[in-house]
């Protein structure tokens, strides 16, 4: 796990791991497998929505890890941007409880790469962009599918509970809920 960097995304980085990056953020289908492994599928399987591209990180403040073991061949480990929380996810929320400040998104660490503190030394980017900049940093949890697939739903029931655990251990604190997304709030360090 030594060899595993964390860099910031350039078009360089988005040319070398597009399509491994593809396959962790989005799988290769809307099975159960794949709705497990992959990081978005259960997201986008379930919202109807089209595959997240790492090129679409471009322009946010984006990172990603990378395994150099190889140096010849480095493999995508995961991702995470974070952008100024757009509007329509704030009108998701109740008026008092809307967040104002930068929001996570595309939170991706590979399947075989979990549990290993990779996740935490992405979150650590946004921790240290949110201080320097000394703006709130938020992040969304889906909490349920918008479609009624029982595969969807099973997966959710799965997932949801796993990640209120992980962003508790990273001091994030549950806000409230919308009915489909719980908001969290980084309390610091
Ligand atoms: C969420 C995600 C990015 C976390 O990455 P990770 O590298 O596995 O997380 P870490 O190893 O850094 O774990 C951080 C903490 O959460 C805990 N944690 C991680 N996965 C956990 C799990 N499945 N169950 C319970 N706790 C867990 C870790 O033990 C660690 O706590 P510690 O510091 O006390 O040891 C990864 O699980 C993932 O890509 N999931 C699929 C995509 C996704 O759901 N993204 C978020 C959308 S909101």
Known sequence: MDCIEVRRLTPELVETHRKQAYVALNGEGCDLKSMRKSCFAVETCGHGGKGIELEKLLGSNAFVAVDE???????????????????????LFPHDKQPNGLMVFTFCVAEEYREKHIGKRLMEEMFKLSERSAIPLYLCVAIAPQNGDPDCRHEYEYRVPRLFKTYGKMNFLHVCDCDLYSLFFWKGR
């Open 69 to 91: 073991v190889d140096p010849a061949r480095p493999t995508f480990v995961g991702c995470i941007c974070a952008k100024i929380t757009p509007s329509y996810i704030k009108t």
